[in-house]
């Protein structure tokens, strides 16, 4: 979508892939995708187009249906039994909708209280070994292999089942894990990193649809840390890396010759 130049096929583009994600969201699985719609959305009505009234109110009807259509499928998750068709009745008001939605994130400060609570009491410190995980995770199951990352990749399995369980990852619990009190330092490189992919994707002077499209992926990945681990980032960002430096050494060679 990024380097396509005719307005009629990126909107199909656009919307093509915005209802392949709200279908592939009927399984239950939410965080990955709402993260990456996050910025599919904004590169398309901030990126590619320039936002009018109409743009504005259609923007508007889509946060509110999506908010909608989060929270609905969590209900589903919570109770089996409820259809489909009644999703919608298990929400009273607009609020409750907004906060169920945003529940996803905030569900986070929970893996930061155990990991507060339990290191270095119960478990040991991770000493960074979370990031050399997700470094190496770029070769397939090599991770699994290796004693001494393979449970540093979600730190709080090392706790018993009963007191992690149904909890996702958290960016702060995981630095917490890893560096102590010294680890919201790192919060600032994180922050760092996503304004950097912001600058990447917006900046006209780039005009190479390949770095905006790598930090595209990388703004993604840092949405999705809030509520995730840093290993779930490590594969894709590394091998996505990999081809578009293959794919701008291809570029550069193309142009010299040519």
């Known amino acids: 979508m990024i380097s396509e130049s005719d307005k009629k096929k990126t909107t199909t583009i656009f919307w093509g892939v915005l209802l392949y994600k709200a279908f592939t969201m009927l399984s239950g699985s939410r965080q990955d995708k709402v993260c990456f719609l996050l910025i599919w959305i904004y590169i398309y009505y901030l990126i590619k187009n320039k936002l ?27 109770n089996s039994d409820i259809e489909f068709g009644g999703f919608l009745s298990t ?9 169920s939605s945003l529940s996803e994130f905030g569900s986070a400060f929970n893996t930061l209280v155990l990991a507060v609570k339990y290191t270095p009491f119960n478990i040991s410190y991770g000493y960074g070994l979370s990031f050399v995980a997700a470094i190496v995770s770029c070769v397939p199951l090599l ?6 990352l393979a449970d540093k990749t979600i730190f709080i399995t090392q706790l018993p089942g009963s007191i992690y369980h ?20 790192f919060c600032i490189f994180i ?52 081809l578009l430096i293959i794919l701008k050494s291809k570029e ?7």
């Open 52 to 78: 009018n009234i109409k743009k504005t109110l259609v923007l508007i009807i889509m946060s509110f249906l999506g908010f909608y259509f989060i929270s609905s499928i969590g209900a589903g998750r919570v």
């Open 143 to 148: 991770v699994a292999r290796i004693p001494l």
């Open 91 to 99: 929400i009273n008001t607009f609020s409750y909708t907004i906060g």
């Open 166 to 185: 149904s909890l996702g990852g958290s960016f702060l619990g995981e630095l917490f894990y890893n560096f102590s009190w010294i680890g919201p330092v």
């Open 191 to 242: 922050g760092s990193i996503l304004g950097k992919s912001h600058y990447g994707i917006k900046n006209k002077d780039n005009n190479l649809s390949n770095v905006a499209c790598l930090y595209s992926v990388i703004g993604t990945a840092m949405f999705l840390y809030v509520r995730g681990y840093v290993t779930d980032m490590g594969q894709k960002i590394i091998w996505l890396s990999i």
């Open 252 to 258: 550069k060679k193309r142009s010299s010759f040519n």
